[in-house]
């Protein structure tokens, strides 16, 4: 014997049946909402003007998100290993730099 189960969307303001399910993004807090094509055309409608004035930002991914910009770039540690390594400093191959180390090559550069 086979078994159907059925997903039925239905509208988050009335209850009727949905169309849609919108994802929407506001001040940091991601929302999602199921409606109808009457309301998610109410909707678009609504922002309309407002994306026409906004900036889009690219895709975004849905998951962790850094709250932070970074202001610098780590250094490369292989053209740090390898400066190291012509320079006398000892260095593993993997893992940590030594500050010790760090501290020689900024200085140098």
Known sequence: MATRTTTQLTDDIDGSPASERLVL???????????SSD????????LDVFIQHARRTGAQT??????YKRT????????IRSW????GHPVTATGRISPTVLRAY???H
């Open 25 to 35: 993004t506001l001040d940091g807090t991601d929302y999602e909402i199921d409606l």
């Open 39 to 46: 309301h998610a055309r109410q909707l678009r409608a609504g």
């Open 62 to 67: 849905i998951g962790h998100r850094d709250n």
């Open 72 to 79: 610098t770039l780590a250094p490369d540690h292989r053209i």
């Open 84 to 87: 190291a390594r012509t320079h």
């Open 106 to 108: 900024q200085a140098a």
